[in-house]
């Protein structure tokens, strides 16, 4: 079983750009389904994007155009670049994985590992 560390969290001004990564130790880390997950103060916790193991990648609507997943098999790391910040973006952000054999998706309850979590803050 994976087991994950996120990074690269931190305070940026609306408009600005921040690249979370998450390390994985464990194995056949490229046949996992991993994603991003977000949870605000207040709010439930929210898919942002997924990537495959076959490569494909689905990201949340309202980061489409904004936010990019992707993921490094050789160092066992995914990404999640995040360009034009906005102060809705605020959240702490968590990485997820789960075996291929379900469904690559958003089902929060599907996800058995998760990272601690990054905090992203987004000053207007």
């Known amino acids: 079983q994976l087991q994950l560390l996120e990074s690269g969290g931190g305070s940026v001004q609306g408009g600005g750009s921040l690249r979370l990564s998450c390390a994985a130790s464990?194995?056949?880390?490229?046949?996992?389904?991993l994603a991003w997950f977000r949870q605000a103060p207040g709010k439930e916790r929210e898919g942002v994007a997924v990537?495959?193991?076959?490569?494909?990648?689905n990201i949340k609507d309202s980061v489409k155009g904004r936010f990019t997943i992707s993921r490094d098999n050789a160092k066992n790391t995914l990404y999640l670049q995040m360009n034009n910040l906005k102060p809705e973006d605020t959240a702490m952000y968590y990485c997820?994985?789960?075996?291929?054999?379900?469904?690559?998706?958003?089902?929060?309850?599907?996800?058995?590992?998760w990272g601690q979590g990054t905090q992203v803050t987004v000053a207007s």
């Open positions: 990537s495959s193991a076959t490569g494909s990648t």
């Open positions: 464990g194995y056949a880390f490229s046949t996992y389904c």
């Open positions: 997820a994985a789960k075996p291929s054999f379900w469904r690559c998706d958003f089902e929060i309850a599907s996800y058995k590992t």
